[in-house]
T-cell receptor, first 114, second 118 residues
Framework: NAGVMQNPRHLVRRRGQEARLRCSPMKGHSHVYWYRQLPEEGLKFMVY????????ESGMPKERFSAEFPKEGPSILRIQQVVRGDSAAYFC????????????FGDGTRLSIL | AQKITQTQPGMFVQEKEAVTLDCTYDTSDPSYGLFWYKQPSSGEMIFLIY??????QNATEGRYSLNFQKARKSANLVISASQLGDSAMYFCAMREGLGSGGYNKLIFGAGTRLAVHP
């Protein structure tokens, strides 16, 4: 499967713990995006990264959330000290370039906070 | 102001009939792209069709076509010959600033839930 790979598919954390969500983009894609989806809502942009660089993090909360896309390995979305309101589906997408190519999405990680 | 508006929270259609899902957008950027995605109950996001703001013709992909009316700022998705497997949430999304290679984020609408009845 050459698609965008996200893991885990489901993640359960207790309040105050850390959540780490992983995303491997499609082969050859160097642009990665993270989105959050609350129940019955559309996806909301969080952050856009290229290899080793954060390009746009305008949609990411200033505290507790961070993202990286290292030279080697998957992109990681990290949520520290999770709270109930962090419960959502987190989607990663990748694209070939920034002009006319569609973003291809992974299957998402469903994060549940107890 | 909403950038992407999908006014139909839910739609019903009979199998084999055509259905139109509405999407209006708001941007002052002359260069933008419009996308439709399908989200079945299993949760994944499936890319359906793309329309660029400078494209002269309406986009088509199999049973999907995009009714692009630039002056009205609408980009409605038309699904012909509906199938039971088309039952899903459908999201319209926009990307601005394509010409400058600028922002690449997608802005999504709230979605329309389509139910196809046998």
């Amino acid at each position: 499967n050459a698609g965008v790979m996200q893991n885990p598919r489901h993640l359960v954390r207790r309040r105050g713990q850390e959540a780490r969500l992983r995303c491997s983009p499609m082969k050859g894609h160097s642009h990665v995006y993270w989105y959050r989806q609350l129940p019955e809502e559309g996806l909301k942009f969080m952050v856009y990264l290229q290899k080793e660089n954060i390009i746009d993090e305008s949609g990411m909360p200033k505290e507790r959330f961070s993202a990286e896309f290292p030279k080697e390995g998957p992109s990681i979305l990290r949520i520290q000290q999770v709270v109930r309101g962090d419960s959502a589906a987190y989607f990663c997408a990748s694209s070939l370039d920034t002009v006319s190519q569609p973003q291809h999405f992974g299957d998402g990680t469903r994060l549940s906070i107890l | 102001a909403q950038k992407i508006t999908q006014t139909q929270p839910g739609m019903f259609v009979q199998e084999k009939e055509a259905v139109t899902l509405d999407c209006t957008y708001d941007t002052s950027d002359p260069s933008y792209g419009l996308f439709w995605y399908k989200q079945p109950s299993s949760g994944e996001m499936i890319f359906l069709i793309y329309q660029g703001s400078y494209d002269q013709q309406n986009a088509t992909e199999g049973r999907y076509s995009l009714n692009f009316q630039k002056a009205r700022k609408s980009a409605n998705l038309v699904i012909s010959a509906s199938q039971l497997g088309d039952s899903a949430m459908y999201f319209c999304a926009m990307r601005e600033g394509l010409g400058s290679g600028g922002y690449n984020k997608l802005i999504f609408g709230a979605g329309t839930r389509l139910a196809v009845h046998p």
